[in-house]
Every structure is written in C-alpha cells, then in structure tokens.
C-alpha cells in the first residue's frame, strides 16, 4: 500500500488561499501578516495536521531553530541537569537543542563553537573547559551567533553570563564550621581556570579572614572534577601532621573520591573529619550520614539562561549582562561539634 505523503507548506498555502511567504510568516511569528488571514492559515494548519520542519523555518534566515549547548563532561550530574532542563525549555519555544561534548579539549570546544555557527544554529549556551584563556575569550568575542555563558565568565573578555554567587553559600559554610568549633578547616578545590574554582576559594578565603583565620596554604589541595583526584587531594590533607579537622570539597565528583579514601582507610566522616561539599546529586542525597551542601537551583539558572539566550536571539543589539543567583548552606549531619580548643 502506498504511504501516505505528508503535507508540505505548499499544502497549507494553497488550502488557506495565500502565498508560501505568509505561511511561514505565520509559523515563525515573524513579519506581519492580518489577523483574517492568519487565523486561515492556522486553520488550514490544523486541518491538514500540518507539522512545520524547523530545518525549512529557518532557510529564509539561514538560521536553524537551534540551539547548541556545549559542556565539558555530561557525565557530571550539573552538566546533565542542565542539558535536560534546556531541552525542556528549548522545545517549549519551538526550538531544538544540539548537544556537544568537549572532553575537557579546548581543540574540540573551539570547533563545536564554529561548526555549530557555520551550520546555522540560532544561538549557543556554554560552560567553558577554561574560561581564563585569552583564546577562548576571542573565540567567544567574534561569534557571528548570541552566546550565553552558564557558571563561567570571560577572564579577557565580555560575554553575556549566567553563574552562581558563591559568596552567601560559602559564607555560611564557614559560619558553621566556626560556630561548631573547627579551626582547621582545609579544601578541596578545583583550580582557577573556570568561574566556581576561582569564586568560592575567594569566598572560602574571605569568610575565614572575617574569623580572623587563614586558609592555610598545605589544607589546599587542587582537584578536577573526577573522583581519583578527589581521592588524591584527601589523601594528601589527611596524612598532614596537623590534618583539617573539617574539610570544604568544591566538587560534586571530587567529593565522592575524598569519600572513597575515607572508607578505604576505615574513618568515619563526621567522627573523624567534618565535610561540606557543593551542589546536590543523586548519589550526595543517599549519603549516610547525610552530607552538608553548599547548594543552588539548577533549574533557575538553566531557565534564566535560555530566557537570557532567546531575548539576545530576538534583540541582537542587546549588550552583554551577568545574572547571579544565590546559593546557600543545607545543613546535615557531616559536621560534629568540636570544643574550641581541639579544633585549633
């Protein structure tokens, strides 16, 4: 039996009597066209069961519906939050989402920004391998596309960002620590090639000072977002002759890997050592007992960025902003109370 052919724009054209330019007008909202005669198409869409292809929505522009979202590992549980929500919201506003994994290679991220802009993507969401690279700053610069940045922010540069203020969430994990008798308190922390690493050392630094404490430099120790370097990086603390009493894990992944060693060398968090990590996952919500985060909405800040991205798509003279949403301090059972003096 000969299948059926699909209707085409041509179809809708000729039922609702107009031309094939009106009938797009009508799907892309773009250009005027009366209400007496969208209200024709509309129906003529509807009767025919119509489904426009956002491939030839886009051919008059030579931009696709499309928005391309780059990340550096969809295995971390914020990145694949993040693309989830997107899709989500992107396919509410008639848009399709094209995903791109960069590995941590700068090479693969710069050609993901290009190819995605040669092949007519509308716009381009990003979290940058290294966001302190005079390179990547030029690259973001001269995109003929809108670019959103989400949790990073141009070094060299200046680019439209959406991020996390660390400053409240690390505020009140040091807070707490203080106040539960911790004197020692060491950190887990990513380096400063990326927005997070830079702003809650920063963070962590300037709550520490405002109790007249140091971060002293042998509690720090550089992680990546794995769990081997996790496990490395609290290997390192605990073996110090003096170790943390406390320790801040900047990282949802380095976090399970500091809690691996813990487990293999039989100590006991918070009998032993206290921990605070940062961002909720699934695997930090089956602890027990239960970790301590620094947490924020990932859901808001993917909403604010698609928001930030599709008005940049529809004002292209729009200027670059920033938007910063706060984070804040769960607090659980990973922190013991120590008196004073015994966590000097």
């Known amino acids: 039996m000969k299948k059926e052919r699909a209707p085409t724009i041509r179809d809708v054209a ?13 799907i892309n909202d773009s250009g005027y066209v009366g209400e007496e005669t969208r209200e024709r198409v509309l129906k003529a869409i509807e009767s025919l069961s119509f489904k426009p292809s956002f491939i030839a929505s886009g051919m008059r522009s030579n931009r696709l519906r499309s928005i391309g979202v780059i990340v550096s590992d969809i295995t971390n549980p914020m990145f694949a939050a993040i693309v989830q929500k997107a899709q989500q919201l992107l396919l509410d506003n008639d848009y399709q989402l094209f995903l791109g994994v960069t590995n941590d290679d700068p090479g693969l991220e710069a050609q993901l920004f290009q190819t995605l802009a040669h092949q007519g993507a509308s716009g381009i969401m990003a979290t940058l391998n290294d966001d302190a690279s005079p390179r990547t700053a030029e690259l973001i610069e001269t995109m003929e596309v809108p670019v959103v940045l989400l949790n990073r922010a141009l070094v060299h540069g200046n680019a439209t960002v959406v991020a996390s203020d660390q400053r409240p969430g690390c505020q009140q994990a040091v807070d707490h620590l203080v106040e539960m008798g911790h004197r020692r308190i060491g950190l887990l922390i990513t380096d400063r090639t990326t927005l997070p690493g830079r702003e809650r050392r920063k963070s962590i ?74 961002d909720e996952t699934d695997v930090t919500r089956l602890l027990s007992p239960a970790i301590s985060i620094v947490n924020r909405d990932f859901e808001a800040l993917t909403t604010e960025a698609v928001d930030l991205l599709l008005h940049r798509i529809n004002h292209p003279a729009s200027k670059a902003e920033s938007v910063l949403l706060p984070t804040w301090l769960e607090k659980r059972e990973s922190v013991k109370r120590l008196a004073d003096e015994a966590g000097a």
Do not use: C, Q, W
């Open 14 to 26: 000729k039922a609702a009597g107009v031309g094939m330019g009106t009938v797009s007008r009508v």
């Open 205 to 278: 630094e300037a709550a520490m000072a405002g109790h007249g404490l140091a971060l002293a430099s042998e509690r720090v120790a550089t992680v990546r977002h794995d769990v081997a370097s996790g496990y490395d990086a609290m290997a390192k603390l605990m073996a110090l002759d003096a170790p943390p009493t406390a320790i801040v894990v900047g990282s949802n992944r380095a976090l399970i890997g500091a809690l691996d060693y813990l487990r293999k060398r039989r100590l006991r968090y918070p009998e032993d050592v206290s921990i605070i990590g940062f």
